[in-house]
């Protein structure tokens, strides 16, 4: 199509178009990177302390470490929830340690199971709420190692390994030289079910764990735990965290809600299934007296209920009765209770007896119901003016049925050394439901 | 109606009674000896054009006159004229073509500007670009001092109207016109016409910067055969360029064809490269001396890393100012990691037909389509990958001690310094090994454009002096947003999740979905992500143009009826809009109107007083119409069109030895919206400002001038004294893009800012050239009173809270940032042989020849601000500075 009249021009524009299109092909910017080789870190030095004696070495206040310590151990914690911010825990067989560090986001490197040595020289011990942690001086007080350095200082030896086992515990075999390790409780129930774990306006919040035996530790979670609005689950099942300490209580944190393990939602936990404190008076407790012109009264002042036969008429058999109790769908059902006494009635070695009954019409006279004394409790002793918890009374023989727990006072007369004041207040029943 | 009643006025009061004569001039390119065609002519100030002869006739009052000739392809040429005959025959004038490429605008557009690696709106810069004519103020304006980033008469790019053969090149959805979609293709678009400031447009209704038309066919190309190779240390450092044009032959038949690549393994900038490509290719058929057809398809792949700009902490702390934090090492190879993948070609088809001596009907319709795509990282709970996130600075440091120890660290190594791929890629491998998603990945953000374009119009001479010309114009099509992946970086699969969103809305799990209708969905390379949606729009404009020149008086007027239409087509169901994401959202549909017009009046034929005026309304730009459109299709509130009234007036000195030209403009912008978004790391979302009611004036003063002194030496010079302030306290409505946080209405104190840019700049320089085919020129250019881009929340009453009257910190946080003006010098030189019938040409450039590194020339405040503190260092701003000496080497063959 080209009008060209020469081979001349032919020619030249044949070499153009040859060396224009050589020049197109040699030069191609390269846009498909290979991928870099897979880096897998290798550390070749030793650790010369463990964590144990690297902590030993505290000596209180900010500590510098002058010496070349090396110590090594395996990372525990993730912030990959957010629950954990800018703190690293490694721990060895020996302990644990918080290393606290100026740096987010620290999973992506240093994985759960990442092996990691630290060149201690140059940072610091400090003591934050009791526990040793190491990092570096801020303000003359503990603060975090800064991203500056903390290539200097941290070391990965090694693709991530398994996460150490956690070390198994009750909440009450639980000793200091945990703290900073991962640590598993079984069989723990949350004090509180269905709440958040910590609501937005708190910066952190604390929840109680609890087990069977009533022995309970705090779990404290950050509002950026991207688990901080989930619901504290209902069951008992078991906990995986790192444990901490705070001014002497020990706090257990999360890596990730994912820690909870084995929980069975559909486990029984205490319930109250009565719990009554008295901060008002009762509308469903029932006062009956069968002698005397005297009966169990509300006590607005101490928040109770109270009775004294102390110049009465005729000598007192006064009854207060419990709202039904209903033991279906229960177990370990558990009666407690506090009374105290004054004043001491010669004449009646038991003024104040405790009874149970299930076929109590629930109003009128008790005495035509069928009671059973409640034996093997402890009540405030003769004129002691103590209040006394009346330790647990097992109702486990009513189990199935609707029960009334009746208070029985009696005098022997209407004046002092005759007469006795008592006193009744927090009545509860617990007992494991699902 | 004003205007009709104005056309009556002029059309009854002038009566021309003075005798007339017709000038006949006949040009030819002096090498070929073949008719130079459709290439513009002045007559004093009318422009005339040559027809397909080469030849013109004009009819004029007796008189003086001078004839200039004065373009891309052609040395300038006078020739002063007596008009006192009935018929003037000047024969045959030679015209030299320009062997030199001193002038050679479009080659600067491809090379001079960093700010075109800018992302966003502050950077944009083509104004003026294409804008070279017989007029020494435009032509330095755009050549000298287009580095300064200096936009004639401030006005942003949208502007300036830009059209191929009548098409209209504006983009429908930013306004902006983009050069780079016909870069290289330098010797196949120097045939245009052109307009500055307000005046009669006759392809279009043009804009009130000024117009310019692109006559891209195989028969207006000059006939050529033309390999050239050019080295430079700009944006790339080789361009080898080809052109063939063959000129009609015996049957009425031209070809063209241009391809070239333009390539740079490393830019002036470091972690900049380019990889560009353009072809075109035009066939032109003559059926007779009344009706032709050309079909022309050109294009411009390109490829290239970008720069980004920096706060001047990480300048001073790399010690240079052409830091660049978009790069890093892989494997010890430099990688970008913005990389633009552009390819918009276009094919269009035009007609022109002479139906008798006074009617023309011209008519083009044109198909554009392809692809524009830039790479940018992306990350899920990691940390920011980008080396100058502000935490990372020595600046975030609280104590010197740590300052000093953050300032070793970062100035370490370029593993700190520059994006860390390696470390990307290792993050990415151990989330992998844990069974997790992707870290980081490399996306692309798209936005392909589709779209249908005409023009037609139709012209008719009403007697010898009167004109009307009346058409339609317009485009149809859809821009198709998407994200994709385009690099894992190693990982296994991404997550295609609203991080920002997760935080935010644990209740709820859906929020955080990008796509409901595809949740959790793996995401490998090259899928779609992210957002996913059509922008269709339409635009057609009516236009009429009534001219008539008089021997004393020439005037104008034109007027332009358009309709304007756009909405959003969701493919994706957003789980923070999951009822206003998918599907089609609603229309907006607006009516517009523009009105221009001018009287000049000749005092003689060297002294020329001229003035125009026009009123104009306009929709808001789509852009800036949405709130966020990659979420939803919600709209702003009281979306209303724009107006924008200007007026200029222009003393003309046309001597034989001397052009001079100086005007006064002022414009007003009323109603304007503008829409910034940016990222909030505090809330981890993005936060849109949407600012309604900007109003602005414009005004100044634009001096140019040039005076030979000698046959072959002259001075050229040209000023602005420019005064752009913003007139209004607007309303910004910050939206937050997750719904963390409920939108909010704030008023922007920014009544009498500055709108940003150099509003005085200048030139001066001596142009010499030796009867031997070399010349050499020398310029000075200079600019002041350059403003800083500000952040609107800066200036509200929320910033400033808490703080006592004449606290000292309220002018700190309110006040606006003057930059630095500053000066450069710029040399060329060439020389050219004739080697039988063929020639061989040299030419060298180079700008900024004192080297002056510290040259702010825009740049734009942080979005973001300090409230709790009012620390105003803490998200400094970020400056882009012009580059520093550069050269620009050509030599060219003609053959």
Same mark, same amino acid.
């Given at each position: 199509m080209l009008t060209i009249n020469n081979m001349k021009s032919v020619f030249t524009t044949f070499v153009t178009l040859v060396s224009l299109t050589g020049f197109v092909l040699t /030069?191609?910017?390269?846009?498909?990177?290979?991928?870099p080789p897979v880096n897998i870190p290798h550390v070749d030095f030793q650790a010369n302390k463990t964590i144990a004696e690297l902590k030993a070495m505290y000596s209180g206040g900010l500590d510098s470490i002058q010496d070349t310590i090396i110590i090594k151990g395996i990372v525990i914690s993730s912030d990959e929830e957010g629950n954990i911010y800018k703190s690293l825990y490694i721990q060895d067989n020996t302990a644990g340690i918080l290393i606290a560090l100026d740096?987010?986001?620290?999973y992506t490197t240093f994985k759960p199971g990442q092996r990691v040595y630290v060149k201690c020289k140059g940072l610091f011990l400090g003591n934050y709420g009791g526990v040793t942690q190491l990092g570096y001086k801020y303000n003359n007080s503990i603060g975090r190692i800064p991203n500056a350095i903390i290539d200097n200082h941290l070391f990965r030896d090694s693709l991530p390994g398994a996460v150490p086992t956690p070390l198994s515990r009750e909440i009450t075999t639980?000793?200091?030289?945990?703290?900073?390790r991962l640590i598993r409780i079984d069989n723990v129930f949350f004090e509180?079910?269905?709440?958040?774990?910590?609501?937005? /306006? +708190?910066s952190a919040t604390d929840r109680k764990l609890q087990d069977i035996n009533g022995n309970s530790i705090i779990l404290r979670t950050s509002?950026? +735990?991207?688990? +901080?609005?989930?619901k504290t689950p209902k069951g008992r099942g078991s906990i995986i965290a790192i444990l901490s300490s705070y001014n002497g209580t020990y706090q257990l944190y999360l890596n /990730?809600?994912?820690?909870?393990?084995?929980?069975?939602?559909?486990a029984p936990i205490p319930s109250n299934i009565i719990y009554e404190t008295f901060t008002t008076a009762p509308t469903d407790w029932i006062t009956y007296s069968v002698s005397s012109n005297k009966n169990w009264i509300y006590d607005a002042t101490f928040q109770c209920m109270s009775i004294n036969g102390?110049? +009465?008429?005729?000598?007192s058999h006064d009854w207060l009765i419990s709202p039904a109790i209903n033991l279906t769908n229960v177990s370990s059902p558990i009666l407690t209770f506090k009374t105290w006494t004054r004043y001491t009635?010669?004449?009646?070695?038991?003024p104040l007896t405790v009874w149970i009954s299930d076929?109590?019409?629930?109003?009128?006279?008790?005495?035509?119901a069928t009671w059973t004394e409640i034996t093997n409790i402890n009540l405030s002793?003769?004129?002691?003016q103590t209040w006394t918890h009346s330790g647990d009374i097992d109702? /486990?023989?009513?189990?199935g049925k609707t029960i009334y727990i009746g208070f029985k006072y009696i005098s022997s007369g209407t004046g002092s050394n005759s007469s006795s004041h008592w006193e009744v207040d927090e009545f509860k029943v617990k007992a494991l439901s699902k | 109606m004003r205007i009709f009643c104005l056309f009556a006025f002029f059309v009854v009061t002038t009566i021309a009674i003075a005798q007339q004569g017709t000038i006949k001039v006949k040009f030819v390119?002096?090498?070929?000896?073949q008719p130079v065609i459709n290439y513009p002519i002045w007559i004093n100030t009318q422009k005339f054009i040559t027809d397909d002869k080469g030849t013109l006739e004009a009819k004029l009052p007796y008189g003086t006159y001078l004839l200039i000739v004065s373009g891309d392809e052609y040395e300038t040429y006078t020739q002063k004229i007596e008009l006192h005959t009935e018929e003037l025959d000047i024969q045959t004038i030679e015209l030299t073509a320009?062997?030199?490429?001193?002038?050679?605008i479009s080659q600067m557009s491809e090379q001079t500007?960093?700010?075109?690696?800018?992302?966003?709106?502050?950077?944009?810069n083509i104004s003026g670009?294409?804008?070279? !004519?017989?007029?020494p103020f435009t032509n330095i304006a755009s050549f000298?001092?287009?580095?300064?980033n200096f936009r004639s008469r401030g006005y942003?790019?949208?502007?300036f109207a830009v059209y191929i053969n009548g098409l209209?090149?504006?983009? !429908?959805?930013?306004g902006r016109a983009s050069y780079s979609e016909w870069g290289g293709l330098n010797n196949v678009t120097r045939n245009k016409v052109s307009t500055n400031g307000i005046d009669a447009s006759n392809y279009a209704f043009g804009n009130i910067g000024g117009s310019t038309n692109i006559l891209m066919t195989a028969g207006s190309i000059r006939k050529q055969n033309q390999l050239s190779y050019a080295i430079s240390n700009?944006?790339?450092t080789h361009r080898l360029m080809y052109t063939y044009s063959s000129g009609y032959n015996e049957k009425g038949l031209a070809y063209a064809f241009s391809i070239s690549k333009r390539y740079a393994e490393?830019?002036?900038?470091?972690?900049t490269w380019y990889d560009a490509y353009s072809y075109f290719a035009s066939i032109e058929k003559?059926?007779?001396?009344?009706h032709q057809t050309a079909l022309t398809i050109f294009g411009a792949p390109y490829k290239r890393g970008m720069q980004a700009p920096a706060t001047q902490e990480c300048y001073d702390l790399i010690g240079?100012?052409?830091?660049?934090?978009?790069w890093g090492y892989q494997d010890g190879i430099v990688r970008n990691a913005k990389v633009r993948k552009v390819n918009q070609p276009m094919i269009f088809l035009t007609e022109s037909y002479?139906?008798?001596?006074k009617q023309k009907l011209n008519f083009s319709t044109g198909y554009q389509f392809g692809r524009f795509g830039t790479t940018s990282l992306n990350w899920y709970?990691?940390?920011?990958?980008?080396?100058?996130?502000?935490?990372?600075?020595?600046?975030?440091?609280?104590?010197p001690y740590f300052q000093q120890i953050t300032t070793d660290y970062w100035t370490s190594s370029p593993n700190v310094y520059q994006i860390n791929w390696d470390q990307l890629y290792q993050i990415n491998y151990l989330a992998t090994l844990s069974g997790?998603?992707?870290?980081y990945i490399v996306e692309e953000q798209r936005k392909d454009n589709n779209q249908w374009l005409y023009n037609m119009h139709f012209t008719h001479?009403?007697?010898?002096?009167t004109t009307l010309i009346t058409g339609i114009n317009g485009s149809v099509g859809k821009t198709h947003y998407f994200k994709v992946l385009n690099?894992?970086?190693?990982?296994?699969y991404w997550l295609d999740i609203d991080q920002y969103a997760e935080r935010d809305?644990?209740?709820?799990?859906?929020?955080?979905?990008?796509?409901i209708n595809n949740p959790y969905k793996h995401i490998k390379v090259g899928d779609i992500f992210g957002y996913n949606y059509n922008i269709h729009f339409n635009n057609h404009n009516a236009w009429l143009l009534f001219q008539q020149k008089t021997y004393r008086i020439d005037y104008y007027a034109q007027l332009q009826a358009s309709t304007s239409s756009f909405y959003r087509k969701g493919f994706m169901k957003n789980g923070r809009y999951p009822e206003a994401s998918y599907g089609k959202g609603n229309i907006n549909t607006f009516m517009h109107y523009a009105t221009k017009a001018g009287i000049t009046y000749k005092l003689s034929g060297r002294h020329i007083i001229t003035t125009n005026g026009a009123y104009i309304t306009q929709p808001p730009l789509p852009e800036n119409a949405f709130i966020n459109a990659r979420t939803s299709s919600r709209i702003i509130r009281n979306i209303e069109n724009e107006t924008i009234v200007a007026g200029e007036a222009s003393y003309i000195f046309r001597g034989i030895n001397s052009v001079a030209r100086i005007t006064a403009y002022q414009t007003y912008f009323y109603n304007q919206t503008d829409i910034r978004s940016f990222y909030h790391d505090q809330y981890q979302t993005f936060v849109n400002i949407l600012l309604q009611n900007i109003d602005k004036v414009h005004q100044g003063i634009e001096v140019g001038a040039e005076i030979k002194l000698h046959s072959s030496l002259s001075v050229v010079g040209a000023y602005n004294l420019g005064n752009y302030r913003y007139t209004s306290r607007p309303t910004a409505t910050i939206s937050y893009d997750n719904g963390s946080k409920a939108d909010t209405t704030e008023i922007i104190?920014?009544?009498?800012?500055y709108v940003p840019g150099p509003q005085n700049a200048g030139s001066i320089g001596l142009k010499y050239r030796h009867p031997k085919f070399w010349f050499a020129s020398i310029h000075f250019n200079q600019f002041d009173k350059n403003y800083l881009d500000f952040?609107?929340?800066?200036?509200?009453?929320l910033a400033i809270n808490n703080l006592g009257p004449g606290d000292p910190l309220i002018t700190q946080i309110t006040q606006q940032q003057k930059l630095k003006g500053g000066y450069t010098v710029d040399f060329s030189i060439g020389k050219s042989w004739k080697i039988g019938s063929q020639y061989v040409a040299i030419n060298l450039n180079i700008n900024n020849a004192l080297n002056?590194?510290?040259?702010?020339t825009g740049g734009y405040e942080q979005?973001?601000?300090?409230?709790?503190?009012?620390?105003?260092?803490?998200f400094p701003p970020k400056y882009f500075y012009s580059y520093g000496r550069t050269y620009f080497f050509m030599i060219s063959y003609r053959f």
């Open positions: /030069s191609c910017i390269k846009e498909k990177f290979d991928e740096r987010t986001n620290l639980i000793t200091g030289n945990d703290i900073g509180e079910v269905n709440v958040e774990f910590a609501p937005q /306006s +708190a509002k950026y +735990a991207t688990f +901080a609005s989930n /990730s809600i994912k820690d909870l393990v084995d929980w069975d939602t559909t102390y110049g +009465a008429d005729v000598p009635d010669t004449g009646t070695p038991k076929n109590y019409t629930g109003t009128g006279d008790p005495t035509q002793p003769t004129n002691s109702l /486990s023989n009513y189990i | 390119d002096k090498d070929q000896q320009k062997s030199f490429s001193n002038n050679d500007f960093l700010s075109d690696d800018i992302d966003d709106k502050q950077g944009q670009l294409l804008h070279a !004519f017989n007029d000298n001092l287009s580095s300064f942003d790019a949208a502007n209209p090149m504006n983009d !429908f959805e930013n700009r944006s790339y490393r830019g002036y900038v470091k972690g003559k059926w007779n001396n009344n240079s100012n052409y830091y660049n934090p978009n002479r139906l008798n001596d709970q990691a940390n920011d990958p980008r080396p100058d996130y502000y935490r990372y600075l020595p600046s975030y440091q609280t104590t997790q998603s992707a870290r001479d009403l007697n010898d002096r690099d894992l970086l190693g990982a296994a809305f644990p209740d709820n799990p859906s929020m955080l979905l990008n796509d104190y920014m009544k009498y800012f952040n609107p929340e800066r200036r509200t009453e002056n590194q510290k040259l702010i979005m973001r601000f300090d409230f709790q503190n009012k620390n105003i260092n803490k």
